[in-house]
């Protein structure tokens, strides 16, 4: 995701779409992190994933966002505010239980009232540009088209199984989307970028909570979207997409953003390094302090926290915890 500056916009879309960012999960497995932080909240590059998702969406022109909280959701309320700091308009929605993605979006029923792109709040996307989706959404090769699934070409068949894939049609149409499949059909691997039109709702509320994980699936919504005649296409927009699920992924994704940057590394101006320290290919947030004798590599030390003399490699540094990502 770019950093665009505010004045920045591709196209003004404003008024034809809404943003969607759904940031309500607890990130069970990213603990310590999410026991006081939610995952969206989590710096890159010291500034939270969600508002990567957020001038992302603002440099496609999209002004109007409602955000989906639930896991100390007061706190994204208070770091973003009404949005009129980012050039945005943020609406917030409470979801009080944790039942899948379809269930959070059922929740914005009454809140959405146009197209609307949809990002799940703990994934970092590298895409070729969001404006595939809406080329393809505007004009879809002669017919309509009801939703966009943003689909990444993937070369490894493990991170297909983990996520969701879709089969086509001859037309390029999506007839069948498969969550978690075992036997690959495609290369095509589905990403947590969407485009739909507001009838995807009456899909979520005919969807049925899931046998294996007792939640609300989007993609058996999806399916059902499909099978009530709606059209759904697949952009193969993505590069790179960054899930934030355990530890070694939040340093993994900063190292990855500081990299993509063309940084050996990342020092906050804030952040103090002594001379006697060693800081290799490791990002240093603000506000945190380097000691005399600390070697680091490949590490992340969080915002304010303390590293203290010694040798360290893949280690993140949080309110005086060291947290090994060694993989």
């Known amino acids: 995701?770019?950093?665009?500056?505010?004045?920045?916009?591709?196209?003004?879309?404003?008024?034809?779409?809404?943003?969607?960012?759904?940031?309500?999960?607890?990130?069970?497995?990213?603990?310590?992190?999410?026991?006081?932080?939610?995952?969206?909240?989590?710096?890159?590059?010291d500034r939270p994933l969600i508002l990567w998702q957020i001038e992302a969406m603002r440099e496609e022109g999209i002004r109007d966002i409602v955000v989906v909280i639930g896991h100390l959701g007061h706190k994204v309320v208070t770091t973003l505010g009404d949005g009129s700091d980012l050039g945005v308009s943020?609406?917030?929605?409470?979801?009080?239980?944790?039942?899948?993605?379809?269930?959070?979006?059922?929740?914005?029923?009454?809140?959405?009232?146009?197209?609307?792109l949809l990002f799940l709040g703990d994934i970092f996307f590298e895409t070729k540009g969001l404006g595939g989706m809406f080329d393809l959404f505007e004009r879809g090769g002669g017919e309509e088209v009801d939703a966009v699934l943003a689909v990444k070409v993937e070369k490894d068949p493990e991170q297909i199984r983990r996520n969701f894939t879709v089969d086509l049609d001859d037309a390029g149409f999506v007839t069948r989307v498969v969550e978690k499949p075992r036997h690959l059909r495609t290369d095509l691997k589905g990403c947590g970028l969407y485009l739909f039109d507001p009838a995807i709702f009456d899909a979520v509320r005919r969807t049925p909570r899931t046998a294996l994980r007792d939640e609300y699936e989007l993609t058996d919504s999806v399916q059902i979207f499909i099978e009530h005649g709606y059209k759904v296409m697949p952009a193969p927009i993505v590069e790179d997409d960054l899930n934030l699920s355990g530890p070694a992924d939040l340093l993994g994704l900063n190292l990855h953003a500081m990299e993509k940057a063309g940084l050996d590394r990342y020092v906050a101006e804030s952040a103090t390094v002594d001379p006697d320290a060693s800081v290799e290919c490791s990002v240093v947030m603000a506000g945190a302090t380097v000691l005399a004798g600390a070697n680091l590599e490949r590490c992340l030390v969080m915002p304010g926290d303390t590293v203290p003399a010694g040798n360290y490699r893949e280690v993140i540094f949080i309110d005086g915890e060291e947290v090994p990502c060694h993989h």
């Open 1 to 45: 995701m770019a950093d665009p500056d505010i004045s920045s916009v591709a196209q003004d879309r404003s008024g034809a779409y809404q943003g969607v960012i759904l940031a309500a999960g607890k990130g069970s497995r990213i603990q310590p992190f999410s026991a006081t932080t939610p995952k969206p909240l989590l710096p890159v590059l």
């Open 90 to 116: 943020l609406t917030y929605v409470e979801q009080d239980e944790m039942l899948g993605i379809a269930h959070a979006l059922a929740q914005l029923d009454r809140n959405v009232d146009r197209p609307f």
